[in-house]
T-cell receptor, first 114, second 115 residues
Framework: QQQVKQSPQSLIVQKGGISIINCAYE??????FPWYQQFPGKGPALLIA?????SEKKEGRFTISFNKSAKQFSLHIMDSQPGDSATYFC?????????????FGTGTLLAVQP | ETGVTQTPRHLVMGMTNKKSLKCEQH?????MYWYKQSAKKPLELMFV???????ENNSVPSRFSPECPNSSHLFLHLHTLQPEDSALYLC??????????????FGSGTRLTVV
């Protein structure tokens, strides 16, 4: 119930291509879904987030697609660049309750080849 | 820098040593967290503090002892660790429940090696 399943574990994309990372959850009480980007030697940094009352959110080349009925959400990176090479984590949280903890997926190592 | 500072960046300790990790934030947050990051595993939540009070201990062994003297500082005291405790230890901060929802801000972590 508290898990967030993320796939693929690793991904290789050519420069200019589209990177797609998928996540699924079980707990329907989750209502905040952020994505984090982590470069080697750094902590994860918030990239983009979505609430379940929205089906899509776009910020620059990064888009979250959210399917509430399927309990799935995905990150799309358009026009992928070598500088996007990093580990990406999806996460889920409860909003407005007594808790504020994030449950993270296992991460996806993205390599964008020039 | 993200606004959350962790020291030291790297730490090598023997199984009988006692050491402490430090985390400091000046973002005005009132919640602080310790996470453990091991290779090929999800980020594991260890402890949660809200307004200096511990609100969650995720079944962490007693050889890890957290301390939160105020909302800006968080420590993780380590003693008699095992080699499997070697990992990246991440500190994060955020607004407390009911506050603005802007996600967590993580520090760069302490890379711990237990020998």
């Amino acid at each position: 119930q508290q898990q967030v399943k993320q796939s693929p574990q690793s991904l290789i994309v050519q420069k200019g291509g589209i990177s797609i990372i998928n996540c699924a959850y079980e707990n329907t009480a989750f209502d905040y879904f952020p994505w984090y980007q982590q470069f080697p030697g750094k902590g994860p940094a918030l990239l983009i987030a979505i609430r379940p009352d929205v089906s899509e959110k776009k910020e620059g080349r990064f888009t979250i697609s959210f399917n509430k009925s399927a309990k799935q959400f995905s990150l799309h990176i358009m026009d992928s660049q070598p500088g996007d090479s990093a580990t990406y984590f999806c996460a889920a949280s409860l909003y407005g309750g007594a808790t504020n903890k994030l449950i993270f997926g296992t991460g996806t190592l993205l390599a964008v080849q020039p | 820098e993200t606004g959350v500072t962790q020291t030291p960046r790297h730490l090598v300790m023997g199984m009988t040593n006692k050491k402490s990790l430090k985390c400091e934030q000046h973002l005005g947050h009132n919640a602080m967290y310790w996470y453990k990051q091991s290779a090929k595993k999800p980020l594991e939540l260890m402890f949660v503090y809200n307004f200096k009070e511990q609100t969650e201990n995720n079944s962490v062994p007693s050889r890890f002892s957290p301390e939160c003297p105020n909302s800006s500082h968080l420590f993780l005291h380590l003693h008699t660790l095992q080699p499997e405790d070697s990992a990246l230890y991440l500190c994060a901060s955020s607004h407390s429940p009911g506050g603005p929802r802007y996600g967590y801000t993580f520090g760069s972590g302490t890379r711990l090696t237990v020998v």
